[in-house]
Each structure stands twice: as C-alpha cells, then as structure tokens.
C-alpha cells in the first residue's frame, strides 16, 4: 500500500475570491504606472498587508499579469469610449430639448422630457463611469471623515441661518 504524502497548504484549485478585485485594481494601477512594483502596488491597495498576503498576491500577479493588463486596457478604453458617448449624446439631448423649449410652453417641456426614455447603451455608460476608478477614490474621498464633518457642517441648521441672515443684510 502506497501512502502519498499530503500536500501543505490549500488545496489546488482553492482560492481567495477577495483576492481577483486586488488584482484588477493592481492592473489598473500598472496602466497609469508602468514602473511600479508588484509589491508596491499590493502595499498600496491592501492597508493591512501581511507577507502572506504579498506572497500570494505577487504569485497570482506573476502568473496572470498579461490576461489581468489586456483585460485592464479593454476596461480603459470601453470607459473613455462611453464617457465621450455620453458627452455626444447629452449634448444632443440639450440641444433637442432647447429646440423643443422655443415650441412649446413649459409644462409641455416637462412632459416630453419625462416621456423620453434613456437608452441601454447611455445606461451601460453611465454605469461604467461609475465603476471607472477615478469615480471610485472621489467617492472614497467624499467619505473620509473630515469631508463628511465640512458637509455637516455646511448643511447645520444654524450654519443655514447665519447664512441667510448675512444675506439679508443684518449679520
């Protein structure tokens, strides 16, 4: 009777489905950063790395790079493509409607602009704008915690009413 010896480790074909948007976002950052390092990038996008984690992700990296880039070129240029559609196509869209607004009053206005209906593809743009990364750090910006103490602050009641009163004249 043959005894194999177990493997260490995790087993083959197990992985960590935490690590696949790691490395989109790493391919992402090496199209804007060509000389950056595996373990730069990994540092950069893990806040809490362990060598472990460097490990495994740079094994992934090492074995995947050129799928994970081309993939990462193809989100970058559908995004640009559908971020100069979406320009056209406002722009089309104001100029129709102020066409409209000369014609017609404007209760008329509102009810052709509700009666339109946005399109599949300007959905798939706007949708893909949303997930570029710029989007993403300006959100993640907009949630850090001094950004969100000046919104409170800006939106406090008694903010809002020293502001109307140095409108008016008396503060």
């Known amino acids: 009777m043959s005894e194999s010896k177990r493997r260490r480790g995790r ?10 948007p790691i490395l989109r976002q790493m391919a992402d950052l090496f199209l ?28 992934k990296w090492k074995v995947r790079k050129e799928a994970l880039l081309a993939a990462a070129r193809v989100r970058r240029d559908s995004a640009s493509a559908a971020a100069r559609e979406v320009r056209v196509s406002s722009l089309t869209i104001a100029e129709a409607l102020s066409a409209q607004m000369v014609r017609i009053n404007v209760d008329e206005a509102i009810r052709h ?15 893909e704008f949303q997930e570029n990364e710029t989007v993403r750090l300006a959100r993640l ?23 109307s009163l140095k409108q008016a004249g008396l503060f």
């Open 32 to 59: 804007g950063q060509p000389s950056l390092r595996p373990t730069s990038a990994i540092k950069q996008l893990v806040p809490e790395w362990t060598d472990t984690i460097l490990h495994r992700l740079r094994g």
């Open 141 to 163: 910006v907009e949630n850090l915690p001094d950004v969100r103490l000046m919104r409170e602050l800006a939106n406090n009641p008694a903010v809002e009413f020293a502001r």
């Open 11 to 20: 087993p083959i074909g197990s992985t960590i489905r935490a690590d696949e």
């Open 113 to 127: 602009v509700q009666s339109m209906m946005i399109s599949d593809d300007t959905l798939r743009a706007i949708r």
